[in-house]
T-cell receptor, first 114, second 115 residues
Framework: EPEVTQTPSHQVTQMGQEVILRCVPISNHLYFYWYRQILGQKVEFLVSFYNNEISEKSEIFDDQFSVERPDGSNFTLKIRSTKLEDSAMYFC????????????FGPGTRLLVL | GENVEQHPSTLSVQEGDSAVIKCTYSDSASNYFPWYKQELGKGPQLIIDIRSNVGEKKDQRIAVTLNKTAKHFSLHITETQPEDSAVYFCAASSLLNTGFQKLVFGTGTRLLVSP
């Protein structure tokens, strides 16, 4: 069964450093998302991406964040200058779109900013 | 924007009992309501979903009901098993004409099924 994959599974970084989180969505899906889950809290929407453009972004997704689909398979989330409060689990999701709106989530990347 | 409330935050049941988790939403435009199960260290996995043109949906031991008037929906798990132990999240969204869905999640329910 096709699934969303994410790398790395864990990342530790120093405050102020740049990180890139990578995702490979399900191959025929057209809509891509990033969500964040701070430890013990609910999953929060960050951004959605379709047709090489951001469709919608939340207040969390400020100028320090960017997303890119550099090739036909990868979807990345970049945090330019990490802050302590960026420590969280980051989930990528994808969906086929239209009436098939089910979003499939990857296993997540646990980011720890020291 | 949409706001989703979920209760209870924790739920302990004995194996074989039923478990019910309830959610309310605020945006009457929401028309899609998935439930996700999250096991420790893993991403949310869809277990069942319901659309606003349906009042109830069942899949083996899992069922979801939706009351559009009251803006609440519930997850029912019957004959619970220890492997049902996990955190369950409800979510709500509306499908935009771009085909995009922004899921708004509830706060989660930690279900513990004791043998």
């Amino acid at each position: 069964e096709p699934e969303v994959t994410q790398t790395p599974s864990h990342q530790v970084t120093q405050m102020g450093q740049e990180v890139i989180l990578r995702c490979v969505p399900i191959s025929n899906h057209l809509y891509f998302y990033w969500y964040r889950q701070i430890l013990g809290q609910k999953v929060e929407f960050l951004v959605s991406f379709y047709n090489n453009e951001i469709s919608e972004k939340s207040e969390i997704f400020d100028d320090q964040f960017s997303v890119e689909r550099p090739d036909g398979s990868n979807f990345t989330l970049k945090i330019r200058s990490t802050k302590l409060e960026d420590s969280a689990m980051y989930f990528c999701a994808s969906s086929l779109g239209g009436l098939e709106e089910t979003q499939y989530f990857g296993p997540g990347t646990r980011l720890l900013v020291l | 924007g949409e706001n989703v409330e979920q209760h209870p935050s924790t739920l302990s049941v004995q194996e074989g009992d039923s478990a019910v988790i309830k959610c309310t939403y605020s945006d009457s435009a929401s028309n899609y309501f998935p439930w996700y199960k999250q096991e420790l260290g893993k991403g949310p996995q869809l277990i069942i979903d319901i659309r606003s043109n349906v009042g109830e949906k069942k899949d083996q031991r899992i069922a979801v009901t939706l009351n559009k008037t009251a803006k609440h929906f519930s997850l029912h798990i019957t004959e619970t098993q220890p492997e049902d132990s996990a955190v369950y999240f409800c979510a709500a969204s509306s499908l935009l004409n771009t085909g995009f869905q922004k899921l708004v999640f509830g706060t989660g329910t930690r279900l513990l099924v004791s043998p």
